[in-house]
């Protein structure tokens, strides 16, 4: 099963939606906690949440918190 395809690049569809931020929302701070998405695991999914994390508008959030993430001495790795 592939989390995304071409027509349907979002968890419901060809737009961002509430659902594809909850679940990049969840893998983001899983990251911070220091738990990586098993790429070679999950190809699919890893593939989706790069998409997903090149959304202008989340790319631009998870920017603006990075000071935050290091102040608090959370993993601060690329996501990808």
Same mark, same amino acid.
Do not use: C
């Given at each position: 099963?592939?989390?995304?395809? #071409?027509? *349907?690049?979002?968890?419901?569809? =060809? =737009?961002? =939606?509430?659902?594809? /931020?909850?679940?990049? =929302?969840? /893998?983001?701070?899983?990251?911070?906690?220091?738990?990586?998405?098993? *790429?070679?695991?999950?190809?699919?999914?890893? #593939?989706?949440?790069?998409?997903?994390? *090149?959304?202008?508008?989340?790319?631009? #959030?998870?920017?603006?918190?990075?000071?935050?993430?290091?102040?608090?001495?959370?993993?601060?790795?690329? /996501?990808?």
């Amino acid at each position: 099963n592939n989390v995304a395809t #071409a027509a *349907r690049p979002f968890v419901t569809g =060809s =737009s961002l =939606s509430v659902a594809a /931020l909850a679940v990049a =929302s969840k /893998l983001i701070t899983l990251h911070y906690a220091g738990f990586a998405l098993d *790429r070679g695991r999950y190809p699919a999914l890893a #593939a989706w949440f790069d998409h997903v994390l *090149r959304v202008p508008e989340l790319d631009a #959030a998870v920017q603006a918190e990075k000071p935050l993430v290091q102040q608090m001495g959370l993993n601060d790795t690329p /996501l990808f």
